[in-house]
């Protein structure tokens, strides 16, 4: 019968990417609670000595491919690689982080085992012995709580939802013997933007702007950098061509779910609200009194934000 | 080039959503039903391919009989056939069965390429491309930004955290188109009349030769338990005043203070 947790970690160039430690420690709460193994599942090419730094998250076993195939994440290889361990240790639960590659894998792999696969959970608990995920749908409009027949059930976490806790033991690390299989895609090329900048899905606090900058993202960068954050936009502020594509942050941009989020010139269409509204504590700086987003913020500020959002960089940098 | 694209019909992200007495499902009456946004993104790029290289853009879509609307938005645009799966026993279909469903149909059609969006709107699953491709047996790119095509190699750039990955695969390919792939076109008014008279076949899941006890709302693997609203956040508190300053130092406060975050 189908017995235990993998945790699908990803790592790049020797870095976890956060969302797997949210994901091992979310495995290791539900590991606990159904008194069943935890096992984390590390790919890569040379990252065998990786395998320590997941120790710190509980796992009992650490699963490690480590092969050249392995070296750049590609769908077919990781699939291959992914789903015969699967099937070799009949894992009751999978979870893996709903990062860009996670959606990518998940989507694959619950396709060749044939399994049901609930995407960008950003709960998952127990009922009676029942996984249940809680997940949003529409846009977030709703929030669904799903369960899935059969095994392997597949969990993909949304990022910066889950606690991370540290719970240290030493785990049994085994070496998967691995064959890469038929693999169709390659990796040609990867262009990484300065990698001083927070990436958007993963930053804890966000400023966000809109129409209402007409343009000018200054201020919001001031008060990101004093804050140590992301800066993202409205699609307004995309449509008008003032920031790219990637810093949108909406229904059909991206999904940020960040402790703070500063909504600065930016009126709160569903379709933006959307992409926030998982947000901790969500801010709004606004001239405009009956803006939506007032409706859905936790702290309002009626006011120029060229004005207010200067006067918040001083009072941050006062606070360090 | 052989191209189809798999399109769905979904409501308007401008849409109220309620959910409806049965608690796991949504209310659909008054609702408006367009195309996915982001297939939106994969007929353009089909158009724009088919325009540089020649060949034939395929629509296929699967659901109830409104959904005609949508395929022939995608031939006003210019697309030249559609097919529709058009079946009650598909119902509710979970996101596997679905790729089951288009997988099956897809058998009987020559293709080269195989552009859909990168999710759809309505159920965020992510899911049924991916799976359209694992039951092909063909490679999937997703999250696709920009493309190009020499002979019989195709080069994806996916977006990726921090950046964009440039993918090669030999065709044929699947891959998901990502906001920014290209502006799509509206439907012109003479495309609309030519749309009319464009093939549209309609089919059955007995037609593709699916077994009916893999599909529809009661055989999906991920079941709803329940719909709720999102968790109600607790009442705003606006900063009073109209000194900037004063109105900034009150906020840092409070989130120092209060919510405890900086």
Redesign the interface.
């Known amino acids: 019968m189908a017995q235990g947790i993998f945790v699908i970690t990803e790592q790049r160039e020797g870095t976890f ?1 956060k969302v797997s430690f949210e994901a091992l420690s979310e495995g290791r709460r539900l590991a606990d609670a159904k008194n069943v193994p935890l096992v984390a599942v590390l790919c890569g090419s040379g990252v065998e000595a990786l395998a320590g730094d997941l120790e710190k998250y509980g796992p009992d076993r650490i699963l490690v491919a480590d092969d050249p195939a392995l070296a750049e994440y590609t ?2 290889a990781f ?1 291959n690689v992914i789903a015969e361990a699967v099937k070799a240790q009949d894992p009751e639960l999978i979870l893996i982080g709903a ?3 996670g ?2 894998l998940s ?2 792999l ?3 085992l ?7 959970c950003v709960g998952v608990r127990l009922d009676g012995g029942d996984f ?1 995920f809680t ?16 095994t392997p059930k597949i969990a993909a976490l949304r990022p910066n939802v889950m606690t991370i806790t540290e719970a240290p033991r030493s785990a049994a690390v085994e070496k998967l013997a691995v064959q890469a299989g038929d693999v ?10 300065a ?1 001083d ?1 927070v ?1 958007l ?2 930053a804890d606090i966000v400023v966000s702007g809109g129409r209402g900058t007409t343009g000018d993202f200054s201020v919001l960068e001031d008060l990101a950098n004093a ?1 140590g954050g992301a800066v993202g936009a409205s699609r307004t502020a995309v449509d008008e061509g003032w920031r790219p ?2 810093d ?1 942050v909406g ?3 991206k999904v940020v779910s960040p ?2 989020y500063v909504a600065c010139g930016i009126s709160g269409a ?2 933006h609200l ?1 992409g926030m ?1 998982t947000s ?5 700086i606004n001239k405009d009194p009956e803006a939506p987003i ?11 934000l060229f ?2 959002v ?3 960089t ?3 940098k ?2 360090k | 080039m052989e191209i189809v694209v798999l399109v769905k019909q979904v409501p308007d992200t401008e849409s109220l959503i309620q959910i409806a007495g049965d608690g796991v499902s949504i209310k659909t009456e008054d609702l408006k039903w367009v195309m996915n946004p982001y297939d939106e993104f994969a007929v353009e790029e089909a158009l724009r391919i088919r325009e540089t290289q020649g060949g034939t853009v395929t629509i296929l879509s699967m659901g109830p009989a409104k959904t005609v609307e949508t395929i022939r938005t995608a031939l006003a645009m210019g697309a030249d056939k559609g097919i529709h799966i058009n079946d009650p026993a598909a119902e509710g279909s979970d996101p596997l069965a679905t790729a089951k469903i288009l997988a099956a149909a897809l058998k009987d059609i020559p293709f080269d390429l195989i552009i859909a969006g990168m999710r759809a709107v309505d159920g965020d699953n992510y899911q049924v491309a991916p799976a359209v491709a694992e039951f092909l047996g063909i490679p999937q790119i997703t999250q696709v930004i920009k493309k190009e095509i020499s002979g019989d190699t195709i080069q994806c750039h996916q977006v990726v955290e921090g950046g964009t990955a440039v993918i090669e695969a030999k065709l044929p390919v699947l891959f998901t188109a990502q906001r920014g792939l290209n502006e799509p076109r509206y439907a012109s008014l003479p495309g609309i009349m030519k749309a009319k008279k464009k093939p549209l076949d309609v089919k059955t899941l007995v037609d593709l030769g699916v077994d009916v006890g893999t599909a529809g709302a009661a055989n999906r693997k991920v079941k709803i338990q329940a719909l709720n609203p999102p968790p109600a956040r607790k009442a705003i508190t606006m900063i009073q005043g109209d000194d900037p300053a004063a109105q900034a130092a009150e906020l840092v406060k409070k989130l120092h203070e209060e919510a405890k975050i900086l």
């Open positions: 990417r769908t077919d699939t990062s860009i590659t959606k990518d989507a694959r619950a396709a060749r044939d399994a049901g696969l609930a995407m960008d249940v997940r949003p749908m529409y846009g977030g409009k709703v929030v669904a709580n799903v369960t899935i027949d059969g169709k895609t390659k990796v040609a090329e990867r262009k990484l933007e990698t900048k990436e899905t993963e804050l594509h990637s949108q229904q059909t941009g402790n703070l569903i379709q959307a509204s901790k504590v969500i801010v709004a007032f409706s859905k913020a936790d702290y309002g500020i009626v006011g120029d004005k207010v200067p006067a918040v001083e009072e941050v006062k606070l």
